[in-house]
């Protein structure tokens, strides 16, 4: 079986390619990223087009979405262009949501390939569905999705042999969209366990973790009206990740409830992980966010939104708490039990440990993988 991979960014992708190279199917991996940037993979079996991702990077590194929302079309288009110019034969085609219309296409005429559609977040009309709601509740102009974005992803939806979703969430969400099941294969994502785990901790503040961009779409504005008001000794909260422009007058008016980090190398995230006493994802829509493993293979107990994919990570009461979206009341009240019961917070500490070990990481992700294309080639046949 030959597996062949795209997607312009990293995402969950190089963990996919790693997976098929170690179970002898990995064709080719495209990418946008510079192949230095493409760690544990022979160089041949990767191929790059850099010059595209640059820019594209260093906008979401500064924080600017929007701008960058404004280029997210040419660039799928484009890099979709050249991938297909360059595709091999091969029997699987495994592309991310919107960046391979025309890959897929050649794949299934000229080589007669399964091809996959990755979809990382809920169905994409759901999705701006509730982002829209989301906007219109903070007051902020949503500009939306590209509708030929939207056009795109839809037809890869309605070309494809398969859509791939990572979680119970993103697979409900596609079935209210009215994609039939057959269609449907979900595989949750692994956590890094050889990059996260624990170190002690160095102090004694209950420290509440966040990581992710300070975006309206990931509910930050909830998790800081959930500590407001809250005069609690030795509490801190940490925030990691890029600002994004919508978010800074949420982020000002609750200026001095918060320790704002800025972008952490994912390698270093371990340390400051370990020096947390929980970890929160308020998100209003994600896919199944990798943080939330990172998190729990550090020893962290995780408040988290329906909204997440926690589900399918975590039991509600066991490795942590799950949570309605929009609701900072609810944040508040778990973060109240997790800092005057440290028994409870040790129970949950070693839950989540022992739950995201038991999930098997990367490898099993990678097995599933392998399992779901045999299957899916031999159901065609």
Excluded at 38 to 52: E, I, M, N, R, Y
Excluded at 242 to 261: N, W
Excluded at 287 to 292: E, K, N, P, R, Y
């Amino acid at each position: 079986m030959k597996v062949s991979l795209g997607c312009q960014g990293r995402f969950h992708f190089f963990e996919l390619a790693r997976q098929m190279q170690r179970l002898g199917h990995l064709d080719r991996l495209y990418t946008a990223y510079p192949l230095f940037k493409v760690k544990g993979l022979p160089s041949q079996k990767v191929a790059t087009f850099p010059w595209l991702m640059s820019p594209y990077m260093a906008l979401g590194r500064v924080g600017l979405n929007s701008t960058l929302d404004r280029f997210r079309y040419p660039i799928n288009a484009s890099f979709d262009m050249w991938m297909a110019g360059r595709l091999e034969d091969c029997d699987v085609v495994h592309c991310l949501s919107g960046t391979g219309l025309r890959t897929h296409t050649r794949a299934r005429e000229r080589y007669g390939a399964l091809t996959v559609c990755d979809r990382g977040s809920t169905h994409i009309l759901y999705q701006q569905k509730l982002l829209a709601e989301e906007f219109d509740r903070q007051g902020v102009r949503f500009r939306g999705a590209d509708k030929h974005l939207v056009e795109r992803e839809l037809a890869e939806y309605e070309l494809c042999d398969l859509i791939w979703v990572p979680s119970d969430l993103t697979y409900r969400s596609f079935i209210l969209q009215g994609v039939p099941a057959r269609k449907l294969r979900k595989n949750p994502y692994g956590a890094e366990l050889d990059i996260f785990c624990p170190l002690p901790k160095t102090d004694q503040i209950f420290r509440v973790i966040y990581v992710g961009a300070m975006s309206i779409r990931k509910g930050i504005a909830y998790l800081l009206e959930a500590v407001a008001g809250l005069c609690l000794p030795n509490f801190e909260v940490w925030l990691i990740g890029p600002q994004a422009p919508e978010t800074r007058a949420i982020m000002v008016r609750h200026s001095g409830r918060f320790r704002y980090l800025g972008v952490i190398d994912r390698y270093e995230l371990y340390r400051y992980y370990s020096q947390g006493s929980v970890f929160v994802m308020p998100s209003i829509e994600e896919g199944l966010a990798l943080v939330q493993g990172q998190a729990m293979a550090c020893g962290l107990p995780v408040i988290a939104t329906t909204n997440t994919g926690a589900e399918d990570l975590l039991t509600d009461g066991v490795e942590g708490f799950i949570v309605p979206i929009r609701d900072p009341e609810a944040i508040r009240e778990k973060l109240l039990i997790l800092y005057h019961d440290s028994e409870l917070r040790e129970e949950m500490s070693q839950a989540a440990l022992r739950r995201v070990r038991g999930m098997g990481g990367w490898n099993d992700y990678g097995v599933r993988a392998e399992r779901i294309y045999a299957e899916a080639l031999r159901t065609r046949e």
